[in-house]
């Protein structure tokens, strides 16, 4: 989910809300030579660091999981590619983080994808948004009603 409008400074939107239901996660990919903060608003997320973008490499150099409350970044030259899952088994707690992006002033070319490897091969994919925030927000009221 976003929760600002595409301003050009950043691959798709700037600000990203996402939920990572226990047991999945994203394909290893990189972020098009951006900047990030990630922050861990609930629950834990397990990311896995990979020297380069390459169907070849499929075992991470590296793995660190974050927790509530933790922040972690990445650059173009640190922690581009990665791969980001909820640890936990399925049915276990979910996972949201909330991410920026940006590139950096000395970036002139601003690269609008993030490239992943799917089924050997490395595809493109443009950054987008399942809701806006206050469709999100609609929905989880929605939701909520239902329960109660």
């Known amino acids: 989910m976003t929760i600002d409008s595409n301003l050009g400074d950043s691959p798709g939107q700037p600000y990203v809300l996402e939920i990572w239901p226990a047991g999945n996660g994203s394909p290893i990919h990189n972020h098009g030579r951006a900047c990030a903060i990630i922050h861990v608003l609930y629950g834990q997320i397990e990311v896995s660091l990979f020297p380069a973008l390459s169907p070849a490499i499929l075992t991470p150099w590296g793995k660190v999981t974050f927790n509530t409350g933790d922040v972690t970044f990445l650059t173009p ?40 490897i799917e089924n050997g091969q490395i595809k493109q994919f443009t950054p987008d948004s399942d809701w806006t925030y206050l469709e999100f927000k609609c929905l989880i009221e929605q939701e909520w009603k239902q329960t109660q």
């Open 77 to 116: 030259d640190y922690y581009q590619i990665h791969q980001l899952k909820n640890p936990l088994p399925k049915g276990g707690t979910f996972c949201a983080t909330i991410q920026s992006y940006r590139y950096p002033d000395s970036d002139n070319t601003h690269y609008e994808y993030f490239d992943y």
